[in-house]
């Protein structure tokens, strides 16, 4: 079976600071990796994921994430945050065989990133 | 173009009850997955439609089950409701063999009293 831990329930960042989100995720075979995002009293928006290749990954609004195979970590990074990032974000494994996935996603318990002026 | 859609957005029910959700997927896709989400923790898969089947699951109840019709809209049900049913369910659609992705409906909220 697979896990997912995000190291930090809360993070509070000033805006226009840098901020990472930690992961890490536990696997006996090969996974795909993402982070979404959840704003308040709405469902689940795909930032970004590595599938394959390059292991720094770029999505929306600015995040992206390094895949670092050894450390069994997927962190998410971001150079300077806006008041409109607060939110909270989760990072997800999807078990793979023969390329496919069949969608069945493992969430971590989620950071709430909280971006004060 | 339509995004997953799910209905309703709210409802209060009462333990014992039995409660009925409703998914209609992204236009194009055929696969319809449902999770559930305590407040405070992450989503939980409970299970997973394609080609109108029940094709993975979650450790969930049998109280929970589903049905994909051939318009590959969904619905999840839930018998006998706990207190511990109370929570955001979220359905979730994607391509039959893609590589993960989903895409997420904004939920309904079930409490239970």
């Known amino acids: 079976a697979q896990s997912v831990t995000q190291l930090d329930s809360q993070v509070p960042v000033f805006e226009e600071a840098p901020v990472e989100l930690r992961c890490n995720y536990s696997?006996?075979?090969?996974?795909?990796l993402f982070w979404y995002v959840q704003y308040p009293n709405q469902g689940l928006q795909l930032l970004l994921k590595?599938?394959?290749?390059?292991?720094l990954v770029k999505g929306i609004n600015g995040f992206e994430a390094e895949f670092n195979k050894s450390q069994t970590s997927f962190h998410l990074r971001k150079p300077s945050v806006h008041i409109s990032d607060t939110a909270e974000y989760f990072c997800?494994?999807?078990?793979?065989?023969?390329?496919?996935?069949?969608?069945?996603?493992?969430f971590g318990q989620g950071t709430i990133l909280t971006v004060h002026p | 173009d339509a995004g997953v859609t799910q209905s309703p957005t709210h409802l209060i029910k009462t333990r014992g009850q039995q409660v009925t959700l409703r998914c209609s997927p992204k236009?194009?896709?055929?696969?319809v997955s449902w999770y559930q989400q305590a407040l405070g923790q992450g989503p939980q898969f409970i299970f997973q439609?394609?080609?109108?089947?029940?094709?993975q699951r979650g450790n969930f109840p049998d109280r929970f089950s589903g049905h994909q019709f051939p318009n590959y809209s969904s619905e999840l049900n839930v018998n006998a409701l706990l207190l511990g049913d109370s929570a955001l369910y979220l359905c979730?659609?994607?391509?039959?063999?893609?590589?993960?992705?989903?895409?997420f409906g904004e939920g309904s909220r079930l409490t239970v009293l």
């Open positions: 979730a659609s994607s391509t039959g063999l893609a590589t993960g992705e989903l895409f």
């Open positions: 236009s194009g896709h055929d696969t």
């Open positions: 997800a494994v999807s078990v793979y065989a023969g390329g496919t996935s069949y969608g069945k996603l493992t």
């Open positions: 696997s006996s075979v090969s996974v795909y």
């Open positions: 590595y599938l394959s290749g390059s292991t």
């Open positions: 439609y394609y080609e109108e089947e029940e094709r």
